[in-house]
Nanobody, 118 residues
Framework: QVQLVESGGGLVQAGGSLRLSCAAS????????MGWFRQGSGKEREFVAR????????YYADSVKGRFTISRDNAKNTVYLQMNSLKPEDTAVYYC???????????WGQGTQVTVSS
């Protein structure tokens, strides 16, 4: 089992920044990568970004490329999502996920709300 706890969400004005954190515990070595996903009201959950635990390789959705940065601290078993130049359409519940070698989520965090006002 892997436990994931997100933090750092909140309310911010358009153009502002937030940093989300995801602390992982348990059998973290069983995860291949970590990802961030989001789900807006009335929308399906969508991929945002992912980072490989060992190599640090990152990949982003086109909608956030150039604005968001995912990073990891292996010593702390923590993954971050730095979000800059936020837009109202970034408003969503953001979820952290532990990904397997096929890049499919095995475990989910409880989510943290991000609201961007115009």
């Amino acid at each position: 089992q892997v436990q994931l706890v997100e933090s750092g969400g909140g309310l911010v004005q358009a153009g502002g920044s937030l940093r989300l954190s995801c602390a992982a515990s348990g059998r973290t070595f069983s995860s291949y990568a970590m990802g961030w996903f989001r789900q807006g009201s009335g929308k399906e959950r969508e991929f945002v970004a992912r980072v490989n635990w060992s190599t640090g390789f990152t990949y982003y959705a086109d909608s956030v490329k150039g604005r968001f940065t995912i990073s990891r601290d292996n010593a702390k078993n923590t993954v971050y999502l730095q979000m800059n130049s936020l837009k109202p359409e970034d408003t969503a519940v953001y979820y952290c996920a532990a990904l397997n070698s096929r890049l499919k989520p095995n475990y989910w965090g409880q989510g943290t709300q991000v609201t961007v006002s115009s």
